[in-house]
């Protein structure tokens, strides 16, 4: 039993998880101590020793160049008055960590999720959430990152050998490139853990793959950019194949050539290659070309060798402006610019004639020019 003698309040001031339980009050009449209220409701009260951390979740995580990006940002014991915080993650390559700044509008926003326009490229963000007064804030979200396979980028990312799938033990390169003089590459494996390459030789990342090498990997330099993001995948079967195929988008229009490997045997016949999960072409050269890439060629691609599979990778296809609306051209608007012009000169010369001829006839002419010139 708390006593709080004639007090419509009760404070805590400095809570700890012993505080925690249902609490509930009733009032006493001032003039008789015998006489009480009913007991009110009860509310439960959760006092954490640990200090919480909200949870943020990013949609979606590959996007497309100039895609909307949706933040959540979701509290442990979820309740009213939370106000939340949303920040980018900067590199910070001195301290081997990040730092974070507000976004637009990003501070104390009422609503748990916060969307991102035109996002063009790999970026990583964090939130916290706030409530109280004086305001207690929680501490930062472990950071999520969205990833582009852009290559225009102001930095990039080079793997050699270029492919998606590599089996254990290989020699793989990861290379930063741009006009920045400190890197670092970074790693997001399949587990959730966020790393970075302690291989790092200038700006080149090497590895001597294994199956904890499977994840998204990208480059930050010292000026704070991210590079495009990559794939890669390690083969964890020694005597399986794996799909040769590009770790960067194929741009539209573009030929490519698929092919199976193995191990010991770099040239394969007669291999089954998959696009979605449906067989598409049974080739005894083991090689699949693609000589004019189309949208309808994005998807999931695999081989499968004297009945063993190879993991299955993406291939992004990138559209060109050419496949766009051709109204829509830089060139098409300039000619129409050029044509809307002269059209203007040539009534400017008629409208001066008609100061000296007849005003009617000149009229007529400006009318029937103006037509004809339309069509």
Same mark, same amino acid.
């Given at each position: ?35 009480? #209220?009913?007991? *009110? ?7 954490? !020793? ?5 949870? +943020? @979740? $990013? &949609? %979606? ?76 804030? #929680?501490?930062? *979200? ?7 396979? !852009? ?5 990039? +990312? @080079? $793997? &050699? %050998? ?95 050539? +698929?092919?199976? &490997? ?114």
């Amino acid at each position: 039993m708390i006593k709080a003698p004639n007090q419509n309040e009760y404070r805590i001031r400095s809570a700890s998880s012993s505080n925690s339980g249902n609490y509930r009050c009733k009032g006493r009449m001032k003039r008789s101590q015998h006489e009480t #209220t009913e007991w *009110s409701d009860s509310v439960t009260l959760t006092v954490s !020793d640990n200090e919480p951390r909200p949870v +943020l @979740t $990013v &949609s %979606p995580s590959w996007l497309s160049p100039g895609a909307s990006v949706t933040l959540n940002c979701e509290v442990e014991h979820p309740s009213a008055g939370w106000s939340f915080y949303w920040y980018k993650a900067v590199p910070d390559l001195s301290e081997k960590s990040s730092s974070y700044e507000l976004l637009p509008d990003g501070s104390g926003t009422a609503q748990d999720s916060y969307i991102i326009h035109g996002q063009t490229h790999t970026a990583g963000y964090v939130c916290r959430a706030g409530r109280g007064d004086p305001e207690y804030h #929680t501490d930062h *979200s472990q950071p999520k990152f969205v990833w582009s396979a !852009d290559v225009h980028s102001a930095a990039s +990312l @080079t $793997v &050699s %050998p270029d492919r998606v799938q590599h089996f254990t033990s290989d020699s793989v390169s990861l290379t930063c490139e741009g006009n920045f003089t400190e890197w670092r590459v970074r790693k997001f494996s399949e587990d959730g853990r966020l790393s970075v390459c302690r291989r790092m030789t200038g700006s080149t990342c090497d590895i001597n793959t294994s199956k904890s090498d499977t994840a998204v990997y990208w480059c930050e330099s010292g000026s704070g950019e991210f590079s495009s993001a990559v794939n890669i995948t390690v083969q964890n079967d020694g005597n399986g194949p794996i799909l040769v195929s590009p770790v960067h988008p194929v741009t539209e229009g573009a030929s490519v050539s +698929l092919s199976c &490997s193995l191990r010991t045997q770099k040239i394969l016949s007669n291999v089954f290659f998959y696009h979605n999960d449906k067989l598409i072409q049974n080739d005894p050269r083991g090689e699949l070309k693609i000589s004019a890439v189309s949208e309808s060629d994005e998807g999931f691609y695999k081989c499968q060798y004297s009945g063993r599979e190879s993991a299955q990778s993406w291939m992004s296809v990138k559209v060109t402006v050419s496949g766009a609306d051709s109204s829509s051209s830089p060139v098409w608007l300039i000619v129409r610019l050029v044509c809307g012009v002269s059209l203007i000169i040539i009534l400017l010369l008629l409208l001066y004639r008609c100061t000296t001829t007849n005003s009617d006839r000149c009229g007529y002419e400006i009318i029937r020019r103006s037509e004809n010139s339309e069509n």
